[in-house]
């Protein structure tokens, strides 16, 4: 069984720190890795996505990709109150989207 | 506005009693899927469909039936739902059956089956 594994927190973070969210997946074959944002009591929309080893950058999101170590992480930075959410991790795995369970961030201002 | 709509948003109903479930999108999507999501468990795959009269199971099918006759619609059906079916579920649609292509969900239905 593929999976995909996250700290379901919840992670407090200061307001204008750096918040770090963190993703484990089993499938060594995936080819690409997504961050969705899911607030309360609603649907989960696409924050990045990321194909590549290295950095990709978006706005205050970066997305880190580390195929060897099968680990993609998401760091937001100057968080702001608003980004406090569930954050999905899902990672492709033969013509399907396996999910993470998500990580709880909140955002203290 | 482009949309994925999902009806009814809440259902309350009890068991064996049939029930189906709504999907429609209108960007010309190909491909669509229905998740489920519960506490600690994230989101799982119930069925997909790549385009019109195919579809596919996903990891969780038992229980479920889904048809797609036209493009824009993709209906899930509980034809005896029972209590472990209660859940949240979401419809999704995207461009084509590519991974890469952003996955867009409705607003979700919250059943509980009692």
């Known amino acids: 069984q593929k999976e995909v594994e996250q700290n379901s927190g919840p992670l407090s973070v200061p307001e204008g720190a750096i918040a770090s969210l963190n993703c484990t997946y089993s499938?060594?074959?995936?080819?690409?890795f997504f961050w969705y944002r899911q607030y309360s009591g609603k649907s989960p929309e696409l924050i990045m996505f990321?194909?590549s080893n290295g950095d990709k950058e978006d706005g205050r999101f970066t997305a880190q990709l580390n195929k060897a170590s099968q680990y993609v992480s998401l760091l937001i930075r100057d968080s702001q109150p608003s980004d406090s959410a569930t954050y999905l991790c899902?990672?492709?795995?033969?013509?399907?989207?396996?999910w993470g369970a998500g990580t709880k961030l909140i955002i203290k201002p | 506005e482009a949309q994925v709509t999902q009806n009814p948003r809440y259902l309350i109903t009890v068991t064996g009693k049939k029930l189906t479930v709504t999907c429609s999108q209108n960007?010309?999507?190909?491909?669509m899927s229905w998740y489920r999501q519960d506490p600690g468990l994230g989101l799982r795959q119930i069925y997909y469909?790549?385009?019109?009269?195919?579809?596919d199971k996903g990891d969780v099918p038992e229980g479920y039936k889904v048809s797609r006759k036209e493009k824009r619609n993709f209906p899930l059906i509980l034809e005896s739902p029972s209590p472990n079916q209660t859940s949240l579920y979401f419809c999704?649609?995207?461009?084509?059956?590519?991974?890469?292509?952003?996955?867009?969900f409705g607003p979700g239905t919250r059943l509980t089956v009692l």
């Open positions: 999704a649609s995207s461009l084509s059956g590519q991974l890469y292509n952003e996955q867009f």
């Open positions: 960007m010309n999507h190909e491909y």
């Open positions: 469909s790549m385009n019109v009269e195919v579809t």
């Open positions: 499938d060594r074959g995936s080819q690409s």
């Open positions: 990321i194909y």
């Open positions: 899902a990672v492709d795995s033969n013509y399907q989207l396996i």
